[in-house]
């Protein structure tokens, strides 16, 4: 059974910092891009981060310079870490692993860590 899932969300205060932690679970492997997201009230989910299994990453021009994310493929397990973040960086954050192959996609997703930014 696949299973993702987050952890090390919580209130900060802007400026401050958190460490996002996905473990993944089942079939998941370093062959799935895997990636962050987030979704705030009322608005649509958005990509945040990811990382694909060579490694390379790609992230939202609102986090650039702020966000870091890494994947240790020996322990399965996906990291955001959110630097100097702002109230605007307030949301649900989901871990995501996808696979694009020619017959099938894979596409998991965890259940999600609120994150609050606020003072």
């Known amino acids: 059974q696949v299973q993702l899932a987050e952890s090390g969300g919580g209130l900060v205060q802007p400026g401050g910092s958190l460490r996002l932690s996905c473990a993944a679970s089942g079939s998941i492997d370093s062959r799935y891009t895997m990636g962050w997201y987030r979704q705030a009230p009322g608005k649509l989910r958005e990509l945040v981060a990811n990382v694909d299994s060579a490694g390379r990453t790609n992230y939202a021009d609102s986090v650039k310079g702020r966000f870091t994310i890494s994947r240790d493929n020996t322990k399965n397990a996906l990291y955001l870490q959110m630097n100097s973040l702002k109230p605007e960086d307030t949301a649900v954050y989901f871990c995501?692993?996808?696979?694009?192959?020619?017959?099938?996609?894979?596409?998991?997703w965890g259940q999600g860590t609120q994150v609050t930014v606020s003072s």
């Open positions: 995501n692993a996808r696979r694009i192959m020619v017959l099938q996609n894979y596409n998991y």
